[in-house]
């Protein structure tokens, strides 16, 4: 999956850093991120305005920064889930998640006065009191099996997605919930089946979507004829282990989650 590095090290600590002319300088333009001719990323020394230290990979400082003052070209971020080396793409993707956090909380939420970037933590304030931290949106995905241990895998709806590729039932947990309500709910409501024997298999940052991704294998409880919510889903198959091809995306947990079932593991 796109977060495991081994053997680098992604550090996250809150630091207060001065950038050096060698360190990597992220700048984006929206859903866009600006890349040499070679699609290589910047470094400070291409750079000017102000640099926001975001973290480390190892020995490699992240900055965002606000421009790049040499010849660029734009790559939408979806391009990198698949970027080489993987550290690399692993930056731009979460470097873009407090892009998105830093942009979209310019102004107070609540008087509406400028805030400020808190020097002791990862925050942006404003004088009124009013603290907001990164965006991190608890979501479920879940692998169900039936009686014939038989894996149900979906299809997005076009043009609700633009994936098109087999999934699994997935969803963002509501105000209230825990994480099992979450799959119970999600599972009825997208393929109207009751689940039972809910647990916990792994989870993954997604900071396209400012997400954290927690994995679920259940089973069904009752009746295994499907009822597919069609405004989001186009397609809902109960799937053997032979009837699975090996998965050409290693970079969701999704796709690990198909491959494990495939494999016999679970």
């Given amino acids: ?10 550090h996250n600590e809150f630091k207060m850093l001065e950038p050096r002319p060698n360190d990597y300088a992220l700048c984006f333009l929206g859903r866009n991120v600006l890349v040499d001719g070679n699609d290589n990323l910047f470094r400070i020394k291409d750079s000017k305005g102000n640099a926001q230290f975001l973290f480390e990979i190892d020995e490699e400082r992240f900055f965002l920064v606000d421009e790049i003052v040499v010849e660029y070209i734009e790559k939408d971020i979806t391009y990198f889930r698949y970027y080489q080396p993987q550290h690399l793409a692993f930056a731009v993707l979460t470097g873009s998640s407090l892009y998105e956090f830093y942009r979209n909380n310019t102004y107070c939420g609540r008087c509406g006065m400028p805030m400020q970037n808190h020097e002791k933590e990862r925050s942006k304030f404003c004088m009124c009191g009013h603290i907001v931290y990164p965006k991190i949106a608890p979501a479920v995905i879940v692998g169900i099996l039936d009686e014939q241990h038989r894996l149900l895998c979906t299809k997005y709806r076009i043009p609700r997605s633009k994936y098109h590729n087999y999934s699994l039932v997935a969803g963002y947990n509501e105000i209230g919930e825990t994480l099992e309500d979450t799959v119970r709910r999600e599972v009825y409501e997208e393929v109207g089946l009751r689940v039972k024997d809910i647990q916990y298999f792994d989870c993954q940052p997604w900071p396209i979507t400012s997400s954290l991704v927690i994995g679920f294998f259940c089973k069904v409880d009752g009746s295994t004829t499907i009822r597919l919510d069609q405004n989001e889903l186009c397609e809902a198959t109960w799937f053997t282990q032979e009837d699975l091809f090996p ?9 690990f989650m198909i491959d494990y079932f495939r494999q016999g593991k679970i």
């Fill in 1 to 10: 999956m796109i977060h495991q590095l081994n053997p680098k090290i992604y």
């Fill in 247 to 255: 998965s050409q995306d290693e970079t969701t947990l999704t796709h």
